[in-house]
């Protein structure tokens, strides 16, 4: 079993930034991928990056793509989604999702945490 728990979210204006925090414990093994995804009214959830745990290595959705970066911080299970130059159409229910190498989907899931962008 792996919890996670987001924190981080909240109000800002258009053009702000937010850090999103997400802690891992549990069963978590040698490897793995720390993925946000977010979800806002009305719309289906979408995948907004992704990190490998041991390399680093990460994704982007294209859109946040130079705004937005995800990092990892191994000796406090933490990973993190910084946003910047936030937009309205940013905002959604964030989450953060671990993935098992041997998954073909993400296999935990966070609670989410609400992030508003005000114009």
């Known amino acids: 079993q792996v919890h996670l728990v987001e924190s981080g979210g909240g109000l800002v204006q258009a053009g702000g930034s937010l850090r999103l925090s997400c802690v891992v414990s549990g069963r978590t093994f040698n490897n793995y991928a720390m993925g946000w995804f977010r979800q806002a009214p009305g719309k289906e959830r979408e995948f907004v990056a992704r990190?490998?745990?041991?390399?680093?290595?990460?994704f982007y959705l294209d859109s946040v793509k130079g705004r937005f970066i995800i990092s990892r911080d191994n000796a406090k299970n933490t990973v993190y989604l910084q946003m910047n130059s936030l937009k309205p159409e940013n905002t959604a229910v964030y989450y953060c999702?671990?993935?098992?190498?041997?998954?073909?989907?993400?296999?935990?899931w966070g609670q989410g945490t609400q992030v508003t962008v005000s114009s």
């Open positions: 999702a671990f993935q098992y190498p041997s998954s073909s989907s993400y296999d935990y």
């Open positions: 990190i490998w745990w041991n390399s680093g290595s990460t």
